[in-house]
């Protein structure tokens, strides 16, 4: 069975799909999970609170617990991470004892990457380093960074809420985020060889004239 998520950080798709399939009794092995790559989104804007589970019969069927885990390991880049998902959700409903199982080899697994997006998402906090760039004759705060993982978005809610007022953008090779002051909007990533490492920040803006979301 195929079961298409909106995009490659999808939780709450994932969320609600799990809590169909297991409404359905689908085991994890019948189930071909699949997500749009992030580079194909068009510019939207974000729901701030697209990763809470809304649906209240997700929230009786999923373990709080596996809420938080499933929210980091979707952010991992491994492409077998809503199977384990799937099939380490549908463990703990139907092995109640697993919870307990510390060497379980599904759910160390799922610790691992949790932790590993988590690095992730300190490592692009603490290494970001904006530049003040006119684009298209308008000033930009303009950051480029190549996350290991797809953290780009959780760390651009964090950096809105801290910098409420301040305009800015944040270009990767995954997608682009920018937040215009009120709303944080999602966009189709900046290729490699446009970024500034390859094409000087001096001659960026000439490079990025052909991004026609930028401004």
């Given at each position: 069975?195929?079961?298409?998520?909106?995009?490659?950080?999808?939780?709450?798709?994932?969320?609600?799909?799990?809590?169909?399939?297991l409404?359905?009794?689908?085991?994890?092995?019948?189930?071909?999970?699949?997500?749009?790559?992030?580079?194909?989104?068009?510019?939207?804007?974000?729901?701030?609170?697209?990763?809470?589970?809304?649906?209240?019969?997700?929230?009786?069927?999923?373990?709080?617990?596996?809420?938080?885990?499933?929210?980091?390991?979707?952010?991992?880049?491994?492409?077998?991470?809503?199977?384990?998902?799937?099939?380490?959700?549908?463990?703990?409903?139907?092995?109640?004892?697993?919870?307990?199982?510390?060497?379980?080899v599904?759910?160390?697994?799922?610790?691992?990457?949790?932790?590993?997006?988590?690095?992730?998402?300190?490592?692009?906090?603490?290494r970001?380093?904006?530049?003040?760039?006119?684009?298209?004759?308008?000033?930009?705060?303009?950051?480029?960074?190549?996350?290991?993982?797809?953290?780009a978005?959780?760390?651009?809610?964090?950096?809105?809420?801290?910098?409420?007022?301040?305009?800015?953008?944040?270009?990767?090779?995954?997608?682009?985020?920018?937040?215009d002051?009120?709303?944080?909007?999602?966009?189709?990533?900046?290729?490699?060889?446009?970024?500034?490492?390859?094409?000087?920040?001096?001659?960026?803006p000439?490079?990025?004239?052909?991004?026609?979301?930028?401004?």
């Amino acid at each position: 069975m195929k079961v298409p998520l909106a995009d490659e950080v999808d939780v709450a798709g994932f969320h609600s799909e799990a809590t169909r399939l297991l409404a359905r009794q689908v085991p994890p092995e019948t189930v071909d999970w699949s997500a749009s790559p992030a580079q194909t989104v068009d510019e939207q804007q974000l729901d701030a609170d697209r990763a809470q589970i809304r649906n209240r019969a997700a929230r009786a069927i999923i373990p709080q617990s596996f809420v938080r885990t499933s929210e980091l390991v979707v952010l991992h880049r491994d492409p077998l991470r809503f199977d384990l998902l799937y099939r380490s959700l549908w463990r703990l409903i139907y092995e109640p004892d697993l919870k307990h199982d510390f060497a379980d080899v599904d759910l160390a697994r799922l610790r691992q990457m949790a932790q590993a997006v988590r690095r992730d998402i300190q490592k692009m906090k603490a290494r970001m380093e904006f530049h003040e760039l006119v684009l298209r004759g308008a000033p930009a705060s303009v950051c480029w960074y190549e996350p290991t993982h797809f953290v780009a978005e959780t760390v651009a809610g964090w950096l809105a809420r801290q910098q409420p007022p301040k305009r800015w953008m944040i270009l990767t090779p995954d997608r682009s985020l920018r937040w215009d002051g009120e709303h944080l909007l999602t966009a189709p990533s900046v290729p490699p060889d446009r970024q500034p490492q390859v094409v000087g920040w001096a001659a960026w803006p000439q490079a990025l004239e052909t991004v026609p979301w930028l401004l």
